[in-house]
């Protein structure tokens, strides 16, 4: 299977900036969509922003403009840079990644997969 590590959440003042870190390992054939969501205390998980394989983004309205996903194709990292940081950005961010993967003998099946999530803490 593949499996998702994630890195780079913290406590900072509003206004600072963070970046977290997701990377995926495993027998990756291809990754389809990268994603980033999160989870206030008290609410549902959101979507915040997505990558697609052509490069297409998208973002919540609450984060335009402020955070940008990228990836690194070679190291199969998606990154969320967070800038000008909100408190009500405060959450546990999840990285979520699909795509296939070769479970042996070369028989590529489908994935989506999780990362354990990340603490991001936003001082007023």
């Known amino acids: 299977q593949v499996q998702l590590v994630e890195s780079g959440g913290g406590l900072v003042q509003a206004g600072e900036s963070l970046r977290l870190s997701c990377a995926a390992s495993g027998n990756i054939f291809s990754i389809k969509t990268m994603a980033w969501y999160r989870q206030a205390p008290g609410k549902q998980r959101e979507l915040v922003a997505t990558?697609?394989?052509?490069?297409?983004?998208n973002y919540v309205e609450a984060v335009k403009g402020r955070f940008t996903i990228s990836r690194d194709n070679a190291r199969n990292t998606v990154y969320l840079q967070m800038n000008s940081l909100k408190p009500e950005d405060t959450a546990v961010y999840y990285c979520?990644?699909?795509?296939?993967?070769?479970?042996?003998?070369?028989?590529?099946?489908?994935?989506?997969?999780w990362g354990q999530g990340t603490q991001v803490t936003v001082s007023s």
């Open positions: 990558l697609r394989s052509g490069g297409v983004t």
């Open positions: 979520n990644v699909d795509g296939t993967y070769d479970s042996g003998a070369y028989y590529i099946k489908e994935f989506t997969s």
